[in-house]
């Protein structure tokens, strides 16, 4: 048996659960904007390359941002993923470089703007989609009104009063 260097309890278990909810919800909508905008499988592997791998690096994962130059700092901190590997440490250690309420708005407000992002990014993709599937003119001519009543319904969903009027017989 080996003896655990620090302490296996975490200092702060709230914060573990926010961050591991909105940061699963931030790369599951970035997960699918990769996977609209790629067109084979490599390229997937080029949005995980060159978008995801140097936000990760940036993030001070591996260090203290606190270590970089001034300007790779001020980078860093630009970084959402910055704030998301900062609020996990608050959760597990107890400290971080910034203040877990701004880690955790700073996550929030990235994922609510990808996620809101998100139906306008899948119904291009529905349309690129729609015009590679063998079909004649007239089901082409009915894909702008699916892609308009996707973002309606997505909009009506998004509004509760306006779902529970559409809801309610007349």
């Given amino acids: 048996a080996t003896l655990p260097f620090v302490s296996s309890v975490p200092a702060a278990p709230f914060w573990i659960l926010s961050f591991a909810l909105v940061g699963s919800a931030l790369f599951g909508a970035l997960g699918l904007v990769a996977a609209v905008w790629a067109e084979k499988i490599d390229q997937v592997a080029a949005f995980q390359n060159f978008l995801i791998m140097p936000l990760t690096f940036l993030s001070g994962v591996f260090y203290s ?9 001020t980078v860093s901190h630009l970084n959402p993923v910055f704030y998301m590997i900062d609020g996990f440490r608050y959760g597990f250690f107890g400290q971080g470089d910034v203040s ?7 996550v929030a407000l990235r994922t609510l703007v990808t996620t809101l ?16 599937l063998p079909c004649n003119q007239a089901q082409l001519s009915l894909l702008p009104l699916v ?20 809801a309610t017989p007349q």
């Fill in 65 to 73: 941002i606190n270590s970089l130059p001034p300007l790779w700092k």
């Fill in 100 to 106: 877990p309420w701004l880690s955790l708005a700073v």
């Fill in 117 to 132: 992002h998100t139906p306008q990014v899948l119904a291009v993709g529905v349309a690129v989609l729609a015009t590679q």
């Fill in 147 to 166: 892609v308009e009543a996707h973002i309606l319904l997505t909009q009506v969903l998004d509004h509760p009063e306006l779902a529970q009027m559409a």
